[in-house]
C-alpha cells in the first residue's frame, strides 16, 4: 500500500540535544498527524495539522504542515531520556469515504542520558 | 474523555483456533478503525465504521477476518481458523469529525496476537 517517506529511520543522540524529523508525500493532504508508539502500546497523538503552512507546538514539539501540502516536518527540543520511543507521521485526505490514515515507516529515537 | 480501550491486550492461541477483539471508541465518536502492525511497521488499515455501517474494507482483510459495530458503539474483530501469519499487534482507533479534528484519529493500546 501508499507509505510517506520518513526520515531519518533512526537517531540515537545525547540528552539535551534537538531532534527533527520529517515526511514527504508524492500527494497532497488535508491533515498531518505526529504519532509517539512505545514497545507494546498504541500510538498516542503528539501533534493534529489541518492548514497548509500551519506551525503547531506541543510543549518542546513543534511540527509544520508544509506549503506544498505534501510534507511535515518534527521538531523536540531539549530532548530528555523519556522521549525515547518511535515516531510516526501518517495523513489523510477527505476523498471521498477515504478516512484511512497513510503512515510512514517511523523514526526510531534513542537518547542517550 | 475516557480513551479508546480494547480487549485483552494480549492473546496467545494456536493455529487453526478462531480470536475474538474488542473496542470501545471514546465516548460519542462516530468512527471507529481497526489497524494491523507487525514489527518495523506502521499500521496498516484494516477496515473503518461510520456509527454502525463499515464503510470500507482493506484488501488485506481476507474473507476469515469479520467485524462488526452492531450499535455504532464497541466492535468486535474476529479472526477465524487463525494463520501465524496472522501474529501482530491489532490496534483501534476512533475519531469524531468535528470535536476532535478532521481525520484526526485516537488509538487505543492494542491486542498483541501471538498464533503458535
Known amino acids: 500500500g501508499q507509505q510517506l517517506n520518513q526520515s531519518p529511520q533512526s537517531m540515537f543522540i545525547q540528552e539535551g540535544e534537538d531532534v527533527s524529523m520529517n515526511c514527504t508525500s508524492s500527494?497532497?493532504?488535508?491533515?498531518w498527524l505526529w504519532y509517539k508508539q512505545d514497545p507494546g502500546e498504541g500510538p498516542v497523538l503528539l501533534i493534529a495539522l489541518y492548514k497548509a503552512g500551519e506551525l503547531t507546538s506541543n510543549g518542546r514539539l513543534t511540527a509544520q504542515f508544509g506549503i506544498t501540502r505534501k510534507d511535515s516536518f518534527l521538531n523536540i527540543s531539549a530532548s530528555i531520556p523519556s522521549d525515547v520511543g518511535i515516531y510516526f507521521c501518517?495523513?489523510?485526505?477527505?476523498?471521498?469515504?477515504?478516512?484511512?490514515?497513510?503512515w510512514g515507516l517511523g523514526t526510531s529515537l534513542a537518547v542517550n542520558p | 474523555d475516557t480513551g479508546v480501550s480494547q480487549d485483552p491486550r494480549h492473546k496467545i492461541t494456536k493455529r487453526g483456533q478462531n480470536v475474538t477483539f474488542r473496542c470501545d471508541p471514546i465516548s460519542e465518536h462516530n468512527r471507529l478503525y481497526w489497524y494491523r502492525q507487525t514489527l518495523g511497521q506502521g499500521p496498516e488499515f484494516l477496515t473503518y465504521f461510520q456509527n454502525e455501517a463499515q464503510l470500507e474494507k482493506s484488501r488485506l482483510l481476507s474473507d476469515r477476518f469479520s467485524a462488526e459495530r452492531p450499535k455504532g458503539s464497541f466492535s468486535t474483530l474476529e479472526i477465524q481458523r487463525t494463520e501465524q501469519g496472522d501474529s501482530a499487534m491489532y490496534l483501534c482507533?476512533?475519531?469524531?469529525?468535528?470535536?476532535?479534528?478532521?481525520?484526526?484519529?485516537?488509538f487505543g493500546p492494542g491486542t498483541r496476537l501471538t498464533v503458535l
Open positions: 501518517a495523513g489523510a485526505t477527505n476523498a471521498g469515504n477515504n478516512r484511512k490514515l497513510i
Open positions: 482507533a476512533s475519531s469524531h469529525p468535528v470535536r476532535a479534528g478532521r481525520n484526526t484519529q485516537y
Open positions: 500527494s497532497i493532504f488535508n491533515t
